[in-house]
């Protein structure tokens, strides 16, 4: 029995003698650390695009793909529908849509500018590129009216299907703010809408939560969701699929319309490009979305270089509201861009009117910088009627090159801008001949610093100046798509 005991203590020793020597010849053998170098994202040319003009009944859609694409590609403008929604046929018969709606045109020829007056009831209006023609594939709704209480310029870039989107402006106590939803996609879709006033966060009696189906779109009017507001920001969340959000404002009794463009996501600093110079209102709006309380300093950068605007150098915005501040006697004589730094992530906006006997409105909001270049589909001139770009450099010096894409004849040579260090520049735009629409892009220079930027159209009007303004938005051109490399530290400790 002993011996049975001694036997079994022996073997045991030699299993733990043959484990010991396998994991001994395994630390030997085993390979060296494995350095993973540190890779940028590669930049990809787009592929895919789709956006939404959301209200183009009774505007001029403006669609335009610059040169550069590789390969063939085409881009369809198309009326978005709900599947299955009845419509009327032939002698007012209700009818089912039940296929496709069929393309409105179809576009396969980069640097060509597309544009068309759209009839008074069309629905929203997707366009949507592949190959070639999705690269920098850009579309704007611009509407124009001389009378009436929606008098003015309105334009809007119609936008991509997004997780989000943030809009700053004026509340429902004090205009009429309608907000469009459009799910382009065949799969439904649930938003949610945050109204922050300035007393805070405010939920409507009629709920946020919105379920929309697949090719349904809806105009909800904020002062059904928040009727008090005086000033606001307002973020569309999307819970499960796509949704296109944009949001118009109508000041009644003839005082202008256009629509608030949407706003960069949070940030402790925030740069509102493409004020325009002259008389009339200036006013910031500033949104603290989050728990806590900050004071906002404001700059303003002009030709001249920065600087704080007496007696309103700060703005105090307590968490979770919107506050304003009315910058009219500090701006209002010439083209800038605001500046605006807090300790805690905020949205911005500002409110522009013209000046005259009938008043014009237009908005800009806090914009990203144009790193990968930019493209304004809609632009024009004429006798009384002009664009052009304002351009800041709040860091380095800015330098960029900027291409007219005309809607008629061939277009002319690229021109080269510099934009000094912490200065803005205004650049004037034309077609060829100084008469007729165009396309802009604009593209960042080697060595250039960071350039936002603003497009503004205005038009000498009978009672006063019509005006629209379009921030500069990054170029649908590229995605920064993460690289990958071969690691065995996927599998090994």
């Known amino acids: 029995m002993r011996a049975l005991i001694e036997n079994r203590f022996a073997f045991l020793a030699l299993v733990l003698i043959a484990l010991a020597a396998l994991f001994g010849v395994a630390y030997v053998t085993r390979p060296g650390v494995v350095a993973v170098p540190a890779l940028k994202p590669a930049r990809v040319a787009v592929e895919s695009v789709s956006t939404v003009c959301p209200d183009p009944g009774g505007a001029r859609v403006s669609t335009i793909t610059p040169t550069g694409g590789k390969g063939t590609g085409r881009a369809t403008v198309t009326e978005v529908t709900e599947a299955g929604k009845t419509a009327a046929g032939k002698g007012g018969k209700p009818v089912k849509t039940e296929e496709p709606a069929r393309p409105e045109a179809t576009l396969d020829r980069p640097g060509v500018l597309w544009q068309r007056e759209v ?50 402006g004026p509340g429902p106590a004090a205009a009429d703010v309608t907000l469009y939803l459009t799910n382009a996609d065949a799969a439904q879709a649930v938003v949610e809408v945050m109204v922050y006033s300035g007393e805070g966060p405010v939920v409507g009696d009629a709920g946020s939560g919105l379920v929309l189906k697949p090719g349904e779109h809806r105009e909800v009017r904020v002062r059904d969701l928040a009727p008090s507001p005086l000033v606001m920001a307002m973020e569309v969340r999307t819970i499960s699929g796509r949704v296109s959000a944009a949001a118009r404002v109508n000041l009644g009794d003839g005082k ?22 002259g008389g009339g209102l200036r006013q910031l709006y500033v949104t603290a979305p989050g728990e806590g309380d900050t004071v906002v300093k404001v700059k303003a950068l002009t030709a001249d270089g920065f600087y704080a605007m007496k007696n309103r150098e700060t703005l105090e915005v307590p968490a979770g509201s919107t506050s304003s501040l ?20 905020i949205v911005a906006g500002v409110m522009v009117t013209g000046t005259g ?87 960042p220079l080697p060595g250039s610093g960071p350039v936002y930027g603003g497009r503004v159209m205005d038009e000498r009007a009978t009672g006063g100046l019509l005006l629209t303004v379009q921030p500069l938005a990054l170029a649908r051109t590229w995605a920064l798509v993460p690289q990958t490399v071969e690691s065995p530290e996927v599998v090994l400790p």
């Open 119 to 168: 009839p008074a009831k069309s629905g929203p209006l997707e366009v949507a590129g592949t190959g070639a023609m999705a690269a920098g594939l850009e579309a704007t709704q611009t509407s124009r009216k001389t009378d009436g209480a929606a008098r003015g310029l309105a334009g809007v870039r119609c936008a991509e299907p997004g997780p989000g989107a943030w809009f700053v």
């Open 256 to 277: 202008g319309t256009d629509w608030l463009p949407q706003s960069a996501e949070p940030a402790t600093r925030v740069v509102v490009p493409g004020l325009p110079g």
């Open 326 to 345: 009315d910058l009219s006697t500090g701006i209002g004589g010439q083209a800038s861009a605001l500046v605006l730094t807090a300790d805690v992530p």
């Open 357 to 443: 006997g009938k008043q014009d409105v237009a908005f800009s909001a806090g914009a990203v910088p144009i790193d990968i270049g930019s493209v304004v589909a809609d632009n024009r001139a004429g006798k009384k009627i002009s664009s052009r770009l304002i351009l800041s450099a709040p860091g380095a010096a800015g330098k960029v090159r900027v291409q007219t894409l005309p809607a008629r004849g061939a277009a002319p040579p690229p021109v080269d801008v510099a934009i000094p260090a912490s200065r803005t520049k205004e650049v004037k735009t034309a077609a060829p001949g100084g008469r007729g629409d165009y396309s802009v892009v604009v593209l």
